[in-house]
């Protein structure tokens, strides 16, 4: 399949930070919209992700009424498509699972019917063997719920014992040592109980989504560059496959499509997205081809897998090989939803499709990068937003960022890369100031010793110039002082996280136990008061 972009309606952001004093309120900005278009004709963004359909089966004991179970399936399933998207869920109709016989027509019927998650609802204090079987058996995420008793004027044939049913099914769950999402209180009424069910499409959406997961890599990380070197056995275990390739192959089939013909359009669609901010117009048919380079690339090499994330190589002999840097085409591919990670950060990768597929958004993939200088504290921050010297940082990257998730955008040079290469082979960042509002910081990593291990901090960027350049932000999270000290650096994590555009945190913490990290790997941002197991108890 080959893809080319196009854009309905454009607006580049032409408000812009002056490095030293403009700090008016200049973080006004459209989405940019876009779809693909491929042979098949226009497409939806973000297709590089499961849709999911949960199939609700009702359980019941057969020494309880079954109407138990019956009514309030049919009052959960109401209560569901009157508050939320029909389409993401199925009511069994064909029994309430009592007996293993029912629990195998209960299987049959939701694989028939396409669902690809599963939603156990005990009615009643249910039959924890076939309700467990019939998780064991299911082929995707699941998830157990339980009812609410709904009156006191019910409680001698109307009472269904749910409550107690709840503790049975998880104790079977463990002895068949079978995955399911318990939600944090999973006894409620049928409203409570569709709110749920929602809460865990997300969740759902994202184990799925890995065991149908490629990360295509291309080279080794540079030199000097452990940091974001990890053992590769927690892909597989995770049901992720990954496909390392050379620098080499990528350069050949970079210099394949020169003179592709569908290069000119791609130019096109780049100049609209960047507006006033194409500074760099001479180098942009380069980054189309690169463009159009990954893309054949996923193509031709995803195989029998559904969704690709990529870890690509940016630096030390990139810039003087292909004569840019891919900064702006990385952006571009994960403003489709197809995660481009920088210096072949295979687990940034990996987190970055977690957060696309969770918040159905564009991520990024940052630097923790610098602190905020004091004075620049007290001229734009003290007084103006709660958070301590110690709460904010920048988090950065060269140019990385999709454009939508920027106040303002400028294709421009790498700086850094600038100070020892000719300015030209340096073309290709998208920089701007990342656009205040909610966010969560996050990363999944393997350990040396390949144990999974991950953290979650909610924060946000605020609505302040950086005065610095690249894809840049100021962040703010509430005790990062602490969390930076007692998990990042006391959990050896690299300096690349990722962020998603919203609070997430719930989500991911959910997904990163259904994954098999261990409650205690996870780290957050403690509120004050609270001691990390590291914090000296006399500091």
Not at 7 to 25: M, Q, V
Not at 352 to 381: H, K, M, R, W
Not at 489 to 510: D, M, Q, R, S
Request: hydrophobic fraction near 40%.
């Amino acid at each position: 399949m080959r893809m080319i972009f196009k854009r309905k309606t454009l607006c580049f952001r032409t408000a812009k930070i002056s490095a030293a004093n403009d700090k008016t309120n200049f973080f006004s900005f459209a989405i940019l919209g876009f779809n693909i278009i491929n042979k098949k004709g226009w497409i939806n963004k973000m297709e590089n992700m499961p849709k999911i359909k949960i199939g609700i089966v009702a359980v019941s004991r057969d020494c309880f009424p079954e109407s138990l179970s019956v009514d309030r399936r049919k009052a959960l399933v109401k209560a569901y498509t009157e508050k939320y998207d029909a389409t993401d869920i199925y009511e069994c109709p064909i029994c309430i699972v009592e007996s293993e016989i029912h629990m195998v027509q209960a299987l049959e019927d939701i694989k028939k019917a396409g669902c690809n998650a599963l939603c156990v609802y005990l009615g009643n204090f249910g039959p924890e063997i076939s309700e467990t079987l019939l998780a064991k058996h299911f082929d995707g995420p699941k998830m157990f719920v339980a009812a609410a008793e709904e009156t006191g004027n019910s409680l001698l044939d109307g009472r269904g014992d749910a409550y107690c049913g709840m503790l049975n099914a998880s104790y079977n769950l463990k002895l068949r040592n079978v995955k399911a999402y318990i939600p944090e209180y999973p006894v409620g009424t049928a409203e409570e109980c569709a709110d749920m069910i929602n809460e865990f499409v997300p969740i759902a959406r994202a184990v799925a989504a890995l065991n149908d997961l490629k990360i295509i890599s291309f080279g080794p990380r540079p030199l000097n560059f452990l940091a974001c070197n990890a053992p590769i056995k927690q892909l597989y275990n995770l049901g992720v496959e990954i496909e390392e390739n050379s620098e080499l192959d990528l350069f050949e089939s970079f210099n394949n499509h020169a003179g592709d013909d569908r290069i000119p359009d791609v130019v096109k669609d780049m100049e609209a997205e960047l507006g006033a901010g194409n500074k760099k117009p001479e180098i942009l048919e380069k980054l189309a081809q690169y463009e159009l380079t990954l893309l054949d690339w996923i193509d031709a090499h995803k195989g029998y897998r559904k969704y690709v994330a990529i870890a690509g190589k940016c630096w030390p002999a990139f810039q003087t090989q292909f004569g840019f840097v891919p900064c702006y085409v990385n952006s571009r591919l994960t403003k489709q939803g197809i995660p481009v990670s920088c210096e072949v950060d295979i687990y940034g990768c990996l987190s970055e499709f977690i957060g696309t597929v969770i918040s159905q958004d564009a991520v990024t993939l940052l630097d923790i990068n610098n602190s905020v200088p004091a004075d620049l504290y007290e001229e734009d921050i003290k007084g103006k937003f709660d958070y301590t010297l110690k709460d904010t940082f920048m988090g950065f990257h060269c140019g990385n960022t999709a454009s939508n998730k920027l106040s303002f955008c400028e294709m421009k040079y790498q700086k850094i890369m600038a100070r020892s290469l000719p300015v030209e082979v340096t073309n290709g960042t998208l920089e701007g100031d990342i656009a205040p509002g909610e966010i969560t910081f996050f990363r999944l990593q393997s350990t040396a010793d390949t144990k999974l291990r991950a953290y979650i901090a909610q924060g946000e960027v605020l609505p302040v110039a950086t005065r610095s350049f690249g894809s840049i932000g100021i962040f703010a999270i509430p005790e990062m002082g602490r969390f930076y000290r007692h998990v990042l650096i006391e959990g050896n994590y690299p300096h690349h996280g990722a962020v998603a555009f919203g609070h997430f945190g719930k989500t991911l913490y959910e997904v990163f136990k259904y994954i098999g990290v261990d409650v205690e790997e996870i780290g957050y941002n403690q509120p004050k008061g609270v001691r990390y197991k590291t914090e000296n108890p006399f500091a």
